[in-house]
């Protein structure tokens, strides 16, 4: 009997799903988290009045959101306050939050990877989620947008959203199209997107002004004109939100576009219910040094070391007290973190008692795993300088221990900074920046001094400081320091230095702050900062 051999076929790999992107428009953003924080109802209570959110610029209080009152009132976002005003002089004022509005769309950025493997944020009002592959698990895209939509309706926030090959596409159908438009990898995209505006392709307003004045008011505009022009026309554009080509290539898929997904970091949380109430000192201690043992066991899994812990106490009343401990090097040492914040608990008032208890790590940093040595641990536990300076800020502030930096800056007030004592200081290369001989002893502020003669460039002979009059022996200068122009005004003027010494035998370091005739002020002035050895 002869039996044929079988021949192993290799299969080939299935072909990857069609990119997919889906485009959240937040049009209310700013409204809408202003109306869930006053807990009214759209159209009810405080938002059935003329509302606006405002913000502080250089030229005055300007509109940056409104309420569909304020808008039906005449009252438009991006208008000055007082114009506002004028408009509707009933309009009532809130002040805008872009901080907050930044942290709620981060926070939605990682709610909606329920409907797709990864988001992107897109400042200042949109998301976008990459959908490739996962429509079928909501019964198709239009199920999925659908879901969508209610689900962002059931937490009070106006929403659009589209469907596209791209992110381009997707945003530019989610702003100008119709309401939960979709995209298909067959469609035409250029033909489905023609009739939209210039701005779907998300430039600044600099470049929308230009093309409207050259005529192009819509995307398909852009295709009747040759491409080489409108190269010539914005070859100098480098960014993309500049260039409407790039947009236009991006937006149908001709060049890639780079988008930065949102990853979402769970900080290290412990925490206890406790059976019975806690009013005792002692019994919070004690619940205090397990949740550290919980924490440094959580953070060694994760091979992570805190450097900000907060302590969380609800009351049986409601209320929470919360205290915060932030430490100079990272570390998960359960003995140390209970110490720190053993004083930070000496004005608690436990009311009528306390029935959780919580700890977070709300700043973690890597921090090796490394074998310990026991005795050396024994011995010289809680005397490290990191421990040291963790005590000191616990008992004196956080502003009271620090260390000076040395920074280049040829000025003498700039030449350091203050910064956390253990942070990793820049150390100044040889040839990068050296420093002239400078006064052992700086005062805090020049003080001005009077010079009684000198000559007009020259070196002085007499001068006054803090009512006395001080007679030069001894002079050296000048050295002459020029104004930082990168940061200063065209109006600063020089300094011309000088270590004089007195007939006393007292040796100071006063500058000459300006020139005769240099076109920047009057007079130069004189100013001391600095006592020589």
Same mark, same amino acid.
């Given at each position: 009997?002869?039996?044929n051999?079988?021949?192993?076929?290799r299969?080939?790999?299935p072909?990857?799903?069609?990119?997919?992107?889906?485009?959240?428009?937040?049009?209310?953003?700013?409204v809408?988290?202003?109306?869930?924080?006053?807990?009214?109802?759209?159209?009810?209570?405080?938002?059935a009045?003329?509302?606006?959110?405002v913000?502080?610029t250089?030229?005055?209080?300007?509109?940056a959101a409104?309420?569909?009152?304020?808008?039906?009132?005449?009252v438009?976002?991006a208008?000055?306050?007082?114009?506002?005003?004028?408009?509707?002089?009933?309009?009532?004022t809130?002040?805008?939050d872009?901080?907050?509005?930044?942290?709620?769309?981060?926070?939605?950025?990682?709610?909606?990877?329920?409907?797709?493997p990864w988001?992107?944020?897109?400042p200042?009002?949109?998301?976008?989620?990459?959908?490739?592959?996962?429509?079928?698990?909501?019964g198709?895209?239009?199920?999925?947008?659908?879901?969508l +939509? =209610? &689900?962002?309706? !059931? %937490?009070g @926030?106006?929403? *659009?959203a589209?469907?596209?090959?791209?992110?381009?596409?997707?945003?530019?159908?989610?702003?100008?199209?119709?309401?939960?438009a979709i995209?298909?990898p067959?469609?035409?995209?250029?033909?489905?997107?023609?009739?939209?505006?210039?701005?779907?392709?998300?430039?600044?307003d600099?470049?929308?002004?230009?093309?409207r004045?050259?005529g192009?008011?819509r995307?398909?505009?852009?295709e009747?004109?040759?491409?080489?022009?409108?190269?010539?026309?914005?070859?100098?554009?480098?960014?993309?939100a500049?260039?409407?080509l790039?947009?236009?290539?991006?937006?149908?898929?001709?060049?890639p576009e780079?988008?930065?997904?949102?990853?979402?970091?769970?900080?290290?949380?412990?925490?206890?219910?406790?059976?019975?109430?806690?009013?005792h000192?002692?019994?919070?201690?004690?619940?205090l040094g397990d +949740? =550290? &043992?919980d924490? !440094? %066991?959580? @953070?060694?899994? *994760?091979?992570?070391?805190a450097?900000r812990?907060?302590?969380?106490?609800w009351?049986?009343d409601?209320e929470?007290?919360?205290?915060?401990?932030?430490?100079?090097?990272?570390t998960?040492?359960?003995?140390?973190?209970?110490t720190?914040?053993?004083?930070?608990?000496?004005?608690v008032?436990?009311?009528?008692?306390?029935?959780?208890i919580?700890?977070?790590?709300?700043?973690?940093?890597?921090?090796?795993?490394?074998?310990?040595?026991?005795?050396?641990a024994?011995e010289?536990?809680g005397?490290s300088?990191?421990?040291c300076v963790?005590r000191?800020?616990?008992?004196?502030?956080?502003?009271a221990?620090s260390?000076?930096v040395?920074?280049?800056?040829?000025l003498?007030?700039r030449a350091?900074k203050?910064?956390?004592?253990?942070?990793?200081e820049?150390?100044l290369?040889?040839?990068?920046? =050296?420093?002239?001989?400078?006064p052992?002893k700086?005062?805090?502020?020049?003080?001005?001094?009077?010079?009684?003669?000198?000559?007009?460039?020259?070196?002085?002979?007499?001068?006054r400081?803090?009512?006395?009059?001080?007679?030069v022996?001894?002079?050296?200068?000048?050295?002459?320091i020029?104004?930082?122009?990168w940061?200063?005004?065209?109006?600063?003027r020089?300094?011309?230095?000088?270590?004089?010494?007195?007939s006393?035998?007292?040796?100071?370091?006063?500058?000459r702050?300006?020139?005769?005739?240099d076109?920047?002020?009057?007079?130069?002035?004189?100013?001391?900062?600095?006592?020589?050895?």
């Amino acid at each position: 009997m002869c039996v044929n051999p079988i021949r192993s076929r290799r299969m080939a790999p299935p072909d990857p799903p069609p990119r997919r992107i889906l485009a959240v428009w937040l049009a209310r953003l700013a409204v809408d988290r202003w109306r869930l924080s006053e807990g009214c109802v759209p159209g009810e209570g405080a938002d059935a009045l003329p509302v606006a959110l405002v913000a502080e610029t250089a030229h005055g209080p300007r509109i940056a959101a409104t309420n569909a009152a304020a808008r039906a009132a005449g009252v438009m976002p991006a208008t000055m306050l007082a114009d506002a005003r004028a408009v509707c002089p009933e309009v009532e004022t809130r002040p805008s939050d872009p901080a907050g509005d930044l942290a709620l769309l981060e926070n939605l950025a990682t709610w909606v990877q329920r409907w797709g493997p990864w988001s992107a944020l897109d400042p200042p009002d949109g998301l976008l989620v990459d959908t490739s592959g996962v429509a079928h698990l909501f019964g198709g895209e239009r199920a999925l947008l659908a879901d969508l +939509l =209610a &689900r962002f309706a !059931a %937490r009070g @926030l106006t929403a *659009r959203a589209a469907i596209a090959p791209t992110a381009g596409g997707a945003w530019a159908l989610a702003h100008y199209g119709p309401d939960a438009a979709i995209l298909a990898p067959e469609d035409d995209a250029r033909a489905r997107l023609a009739g939209l505006p210039v701005a779907a392709l998300r430039l600044d307003d600099d470049v929308l002004l230009i093309l409207r004045r050259l005529g192009l008011k819509r995307l398909g505009d852009l295709e009747g004109i040759a491409r080489d022009a409108l190269v010539r026309r914005f070859r100098n554009r480098r960014s993309a939100a500049a260039n409407p080509l790039v947009r236009m290539d991006q937006l149908l898929g001709r060049v890639p576009e780079p988008l930065v997904p949102v990853v979402a970091e769970v900080a290290p949380l412990v925490q206890r219910r406790v059976s019975e109430p806690l009013r005792h000192r002692a019994l919070l201690d004690q619940v205090l040094g397990d +949740l =550290a &043992r919980d924490m !440094a %066991r959580l @953070l060694e899994g *994760r091979a992570l070391g805190a450097r900000r812990l907060e302590l969380g106490l609800w009351r049986v009343d409601g209320e929470v007290v919360v205290r915060r401990v932030e430490l100079a090097a990272a570390t998960r040492d359960p003995a140390h973190i209970a110490t720190l914040f053993g004083p930070r608990l000496d004005d608690v008032d436990a009311g009528f008692g306390i029935e959780t208890i919580r700890l977070r790590a709300s700043w973690a940093e890597p921090l090796a795993l490394a074998q310990r040595d026991f005795e050396a641990a024994a011995e010289h536990h809680g005397t490290s300088l990191a421990a040291c300076v963790d005590r000191l800020v616990v008992r004196l502030g956080a502003r009271a221990v620090s260390r000076p930096v040395a920074q280049a800056s040829h000025l003498p007030e700039r030449a350091q900074k203050w910064r956390p004592p253990l942070d990793p200081e820049h150390r100044l290369a040889q040839n990068e920046f =050296a420093f002239h001989a400078r006064p052992l002893k700086l005062l805090d502020r020049a003080e001005p001094i009077a010079v009684l003669y000198a000559t007009p460039d020259g070196l002085p002979r007499r001068f006054r400081w803090r009512g006395t009059v001080h007679e030069v022996a001894r002079a050296e200068g000048p050295e002459r320091i020029a104004p930082e122009w990168w940061r200063e005004k065209s109006t600063v003027r020089l300094r011309d230095y000088y270590r004089i010494e007195d007939s006393a035998g007292r040796r100071y370091w006063i500058y000459r702050h300006g020139l005769i005739g240099d076109g920047r002020g009057g007079p130069p002035e004189w100013f001391l900062q600095g006592l020589c050895a």
